[in-house]
């Protein structure tokens, strides 16, 4: 069993940065994949970027790339996703998640892949 919290958003002017923290508890997270969604109003929850168990391999959404950076820190049981340049479009809530034990590839994009899940945290970007 994981559970996880996340915090760090808020309100930021286009062009600005945030950086998303998200606490896990349970003795096997460095087992887990762990990856940011969003989901904006009226729209499907889209996957944002992902990060290996060990840290070693990242993944990133098309829009988000060069502009986003996740990282984890297994000593503290931490995943966080710095984002720079931020647009209006950034604007959802952020949720972090712990994918199942060797997920990789293509499917740590896959919102089923993922076992559990924080209550998010809302980012809004203003123009």
């Known amino acids: 069993q994981v559970q996880l919290v996340e915090s760090g958003g808020g309100l930021v002017q286009a062009g600005g940065s945030l950086r998303l923290s998200c606490a896990a508890s349970g003795r096997t997270f460095s087992s887990y994949p762990m990856g940011w969604f969003r989901q904006a109003p009226g729209k499907e929850r889209e996957f944002v970027a992902a990060?290996?168990?060990?840290?070693?391999?990242?993944y990133y959404a098309d829009s988000v790339k060069g502009r986003g950076t996740i990282s984890r820190d297994n000593t503290k049981n931490t995943v966080l996703l710095q984002m720079n340049s931020l647009k209006p479009e950034d604007s959802a809530v952020y949720y972090c998640?712990?994918?199942?034990?060797?997920?990789?590839?293509?499917?740590?994009?896959?919102?089923?892949?993922?076992?559990?899940w924080g209550q998010g945290t809302q980012v809004t970007v203003s123009s």
């Open positions: 990060i290996s168990s060990s840290g070693g391999v990242t």
């Open positions: 998640a712990a994918a199942r034990p060797g997920v990789a590839g293509a499917t740590i994009r896959r919102p089923g892949m993922f076992d559990y």
